[in-house]
């Protein structure tokens, strides 16, 4: 994958197109990330090729049905252009690898680790899934275009990078308990993160610099999930809750995460500090109430296919302990940022969020923190 984060690259692309041999080309976008930059690619392109414009009039849905739309309706496309962040990107990678065709992503905004990744999260039956797609040829990320765009959608690159905490703290306890030889600590950067962390006060004012360093671990933790071959470096129990949330209430997936790591760092935390033993007992939301008899069953094969007998003694708590960053230091980081903290924060009715926090384990064969609470 060729990688360009740097600023005025929209002629870049047309050279890039021309050396590749791509010249029937596609470009799709929606009315927001048409008025950005999709406009201006467009006219650029249009001197050196007949570009056609896929436009989506109103931002679409990260569905499944869509990018099963889009793919059928590529005839004759060298190439497809995504312009945009998140959902226009799963909606056309996952469209390219149905029709066979390669793709370019053009970022509009740093709200997502998905632009070097080779899986597209979509929606199907009320759920979002993640489905094994194209990786894009390249990718390419102007300081001057992202920096520019709206400070929620940077925000929600941050709440999607910040994951990484619990992500890693989830995976690496599947993996003590040798449930999941996979994990290993390359596909996280921790240094980078904390360069991010030091750059905070620089996304709140425009620095590009700071832009740089949050697209640098957006693109190396999309780059991540390849190599491990799923969405796994990037995608725990705070996705599995996170997805849940989505599904009823839509919204920026990246301030999704933001809530729903908060919750599960400090879920992690308080199991750690009492030997991975919950320390309450309550009664538990049922699938029933919630669900379809459909999806019930499903989350239930998924459940039940989880080991149940366990030896919680083969556990390091202080390894898992020192890869997380634990829920007050992202308590300081998210205020100083102005991320969402609560449920209440993203408009979200807190029985409902609860509910989902017990339900979420049904819905991923990934064993995480939230199998002991």
Not at 35 to 48: D, F, M
Not at 50 to 72: D, G, V
Not at 128 to 143: C, E, N
Not at 362 to 370: A, G, S, V
């Amino acid at each position: 994958m060729d990688l360009f984060i740097q600023s005025n690259l929209q002629n870049k692309l047309a050279n890039y197109l021309q050396q590749r041999g791509y010249k029937k080309i596609t470009i799709v976008n929606d009315c927001n990330t048409y008025k950005v930059v999709a406009e201006k690619l467009l006219n650029n392109l249009s001197n050196y090729f007949e570009p056609r414009n896929h436009h989506y009039i109103t931002p679409p849905k990260a569905q499944l049905s869509k990018a099963q739309s889009l793919a059928k309706q590529l005839k004759n496309v060298d190439c497809l252009i995504a312009v945009g962040s998140g959902t226009i990107n799963d909606i056309t990678k996952y469209a390219a690898h149905l029709a066979g065709v390669p793709y370019i992503s053009y970022a509009t905004a740093l709200s997502m680790n998905g632009y070097a990744s080779s899986t597209a999260s979509l929606e199907y039956e009320g759920i979002k899934t993640s489905y094994p797609a194209t990786q894009a040829k390249a990718v390419f990320i102007d300081l001057d275009i992202v920096s520019a765009a709206p400070l929620e959608l940077t925000k929600a690159g941050v709440g999607d990078s910040l994951c990484r905490s619990t992500t890693q703290a989830d995976w690496l306890l599947a993996n003590q308990l040798g449930l999941d030889d996979e994990y290993s600590s390359e596909y996280f950067n921790i240094t980078l993160e904390q360069q991010l962390i030091d750059n905070i006060d620089g996304l709140l004012s425009g620095d590009i610099s700071a832009y740089k360093i949050l697209a640098e671990l957006l693109v190396f933790t999309g780059q991540a999930m390849n190599k491990a071959g799923s969405s796994k470096p990037a995608s725990q129990a705070e996705h599995m809750l996170a997805h849940l949330m989505d599904s009823k209430y839509g919204g920026y997936h990246g301030l999704q995460v933001a809530v729903c790591t908060l919750t599960i760092a400090q879920l992690q935390q308080q199991l750690l500090a009492n030997d991975l033993k919950p320390s309450i007992s309550r009664k538990y939301a049922k699938l029933d109430d919630y669900f379809t008899n459909e999806q019930v069953e499903k989350f239930k094969k998924i459940y039940a296919s989880k080991p149940k007998n366990i030896d919680l003694n083969v556990v390091d708590i202080k390894a898992i302990k020192a890869v997380t960053l634990g829920h007050s230091d992202l308590l300081n980081i998210y205020n100083k940022l102005g991320l969402p903290t609560t449920s209440a924060g993203l408009g979200w009715d807190d029985g409902f969020y609860k509910a989902m926090l017990d339900i979420a384990k049904y819905t991923r064969d990934r064993f995480t923190f939230l199998d002991l609470h």
